[in-house]
């Protein structure tokens, strides 16, 4: 299937259009002086393609590297011709299409990764698992998801493996779209960190629980590179009114029914114990006394049946308020309705359950409204119809273009309720 895209002349139908914050991108590394960055070598990969791109937003952050490029301005995707999209996937490709020595050196977390002979320097911000930073000449920056581990590590099974699968990079590509859709729509100033594509690696990862033959292709996403804020990598406390802040954009958020915070990442479990409370997280008993513990029962409103207190996970780029600006949507979820404790952290050892913690039954804890929610979005046939795509992509069943189209049908399918600027 793969093959007969030759008969496909436009690139542009790889095209995922919508709005974007239109901020000035990053242009040198000194910007993460603050920081710090690891450098180290990657392995260029044979036969990465870009699957989806938002060209406007690339012509938006990068118009004079892309003018030398193409040899003249080009102001919207609109203007491109085909063989100017072309080469702006190649663009993308070669200065983004690689992978860290020790995710190239092994098999097991992935089929073998073919490999061009180049070389290229890359650097990781602070906890940074599985994403790097990378530059092309004038002054061009792209965070790139899905590259690997860190020299220091191995890929681990079954979730640290180092890499990013073709519906985790569809899913944050869609949901950032649905987020700022819903903060637009809302009247906040906030906004997504913006995607610029998705690039096909050419071989799958492998020992996959979530997926039923236990592999999938493996991607890349390529964002606008950011900073953050101190609070989110070093040793630096929230305090309360970052916490607050943080908290302000989960609950704006959950009038569409859409959450940062309600996965399970950041969850607390409160059971009854012979000295009144247990407080766990993923299973782990927490070792507070009992006077803290009597503190945390009456905080979260404890009444003697098991309690669940999701944290906010709520994800920013180093940005000032009200202009902030979010990111990493994958672990964002579509929900119906709320009813776990909201628990947002003015410590940075989040366990100590130090911070402000908002009850279903107070009048701030905001349930989605029927009218806004995008919570039946995983029930509708375009979104169904995304993932069979993305799997039927995967096995060679169904071409890049078809794929670009159930995407841009899912997401407008999902946000054609909402007003977006």
């Not at 970052?242 to 399970?264: D, K, Q, T």
């Not at 039946?376 to 273009?401: D, T």
């Amino acid at each position: 299937m793969h093959s007969a895209e030759a008969l496909l002349p436009d690139p542009k139908s790889l095209s995922a259009r919508g709005p974007f914050a239109r901020d000035a991108p990053l242009t040198s590394l000194a910007a993460f002086d603050a920081q710090g960055l690891t450098p180290e070598t990657m392995a260029g990969v044979a036969g990465a393609r870009v699957l989806l791109a938002h060209y406007d937003l690339l012509l938006h952050d990068f118009a004079e590297p892309l003018a030398a490029l193409l040899s003249r301005h080009v102001p919207h995707a609109c203007d491109l011709r085909a063989d100017e999209a072309q080469a702006i996937d190649a663009w993308l490709v070669a200065h983004t299409a690689f992978v860290s020595a020790p995710q190239a050196a092994q098999a097991y977390a992935n089929t073998p990764i073919p490999l061009t002979g180049q070389a290229r320097t890359a650097w990781r911000p602070p906890r940074y698992g599985r994403a790097a930073v990378m530059g092309a000449p004038g002054g061009v920056l792209f965070d790139v998801k899905g590259c690997g581990v860190p020299p220091d590590e191995v890929p681990e099974l079954p979730n640290s493996n180092g890499l990013l699968t073709l519906s985790e990079a569809l899913y944050e590509f869609a949901l950032e779209r649905l987020v700022y859709a819903a903060l637009v729509h809302g009247g906040s100033a906030v906004r997504p960190v913006p995607a610029y594509a998705i690039v096909d690696l050419g071989f799958d990862a492998l020992a996959l629980a979530d997926h039923p033959d236990g592999r999938a292709r493996a991607t890349l996403l390529l964002r606008r590179a950011q900073t953050r804020p101190r609070c989110q990598w070093g040793k630096e406390d929230p305090g309360p009114r970052m916490a607050g802040l943080l908290l302000e954009i989960e609950l704006s958020l959950r009038r569409y029914g859409i959450s940062a915070s309600n996965c399970g990442a950041v969850r607390f479990d409160i059971v009854p114990a012979h000295n009144g409370i247990a407080v766990s997280r993923d299973g782990k008993a927490l070792p507070f006394d009992p006077d803290r513990l009597a503190q945390i029962a009456r905080a979260t409103g404890y009444a003697g049946r098991p309690l669940a207190v999701d944290g906010v996970n709520v994800q920013i780029a180093d940005s000032e308020p009200p202009c902030t600006r979010v990111l990493d949507f994958g672990r964002y979820r579509l929900r119906p309705a709320f009813d776990a404790v909201l628990y947002t952290w003015w410590r940075r050892d989040y366990e100590s359950l130090e911070g402000e913690f908002l009850r279903p039954d107070a009048p701030r804890y905001v349930q989605p409204e029927p009218a806004l929610s995008m919570a039946a979005l995983e029930a509708q046939p375009s979104w169904q119809a995304l993932w069979e795509a993305a799997g039927n992509y995967g096995k060679g069943r169904l071409g890049r273009h078809a794929l670009a189209k159930a995407f841009d049908g899912a997401v407008a399918d999902a946000t054609a309720h909402l007003a977006c600027d």
